[in-house]
T-cell receptor
Framework: ETGVTQTPRHLVMGMTNKKSLKCEQH?????MYWYKQSAKKPLELMFV???????ENNSVPSRFSPECPNSSHLFLHLHTLQPEDSALYLC?????????????FGEGSWLTVV | AQTVTQSQPEMSVQEAETVTLSCTYD???????LFWYKQPPSRQMILVIR??????QNATENRFSVNFQKAAKSFSLKISDSQLGDTAMYFC????????????FGTGTQLKVEL
């Protein structure tokens, strides 16, 4: 059983839809991350939250909007996406945002934009 | 810029045999951590092993060990006594001091363990 849970596992949405990805961690961590995984490309860090404050926005388009209401939950709100946004979106968490702290990942949400 | 190169997109190994996955990285920093993550078909990234750059001794975790060559910026993963459950995509990654906890990943090596 994973300590980082993502829902939904699969999502198909049209380019004009609004949807959200949800992440919940049960590890007592206080830093959370969104990564994008596309075929044949390295994982790309999108956002970092530490103690519920966004500390990193890695030049992500505004059609992706993160939200961290508390240290256990992280959302990624999606609107007017493009087909090239189709990918696996991985949520992760760590105890502290200090370098070297082990990052634990969820199983990902497969997003298909049609 | 920090980069990670995994030059073997795919590898296969017979069950019970030993396989080595290669990884090279580029950074001008002296202090950093290196990681190998495993991504099975479930897609969850699982930490396999980690190495602190200031430690000369190579890290080991049961059947998994690394060969860390700091001067060559090389960080290979050796899997001994390969098992069918080792079939997965393996990613090499590192994080530098002062860079928060932002991992830089390679493109991965798909390992298939065969009977």
């Amino acid at each position: 059983e994973t300590g980082v849970t993502q829902t939904p596992r699969h999502l198909v949405m049209g380019m004009t839809n609004k949807k959200s990805l949800k992440c919940e961690q049960h590890l007592g961590h206080n830093a959370m991350y969104w990564y994008k995984q596309s075929a044949k490309k390295p994982l790309e860090l999108m956002f970092v939250y530490s103690l519920e404050e966004r500390v990193e926005n890695n030049s992500v388009p505004s059609r992706f909007s993160p939200e961290c209401p508390n240290s256990s939950h992280l959302f990624l709100h999606l609107h007017t996406l493009q087909p090239e946004d189709s990918a696996l979106y991985l949520c992760a968490s760590s105890l502290g945002q200090g370098y070297g702290n082990t990052i634990y990942f969820g199983e990902g949400s497969w997003l298909t934009v049609v | 810029a920090q980069t990670v190169t995994q030059s073997q997109p795919e590898m296969s190994v017979q069950e019970a045999e030993t396989v080595t996955l290669s990884c090279t990285y580029d950074t001008s920093e002296n202090n950093y951590y290196l990681f190998w993550y495993k991504q099975p078909p479930s897609r969850q990234m699982i930490l396999v092993i980690r190495q602190e750059a200031y430690k000369q001794q190579n890290a080991t975790e049961n059947r998994f060990s690394v060969n860390f060559q700091k001067a060559a910026k090389s960080f290979s993963l050796k899997i001994s006594d390969s098992q069918l459950g080792d079939t997965a995509m393996y990613f090499c990654a590192f994080v530098i001091t002062g860079g928060g906890n932002k991992l830089t990943f390679g493109t991965g090596t798909q390992l298939k363990v065969e009977l």
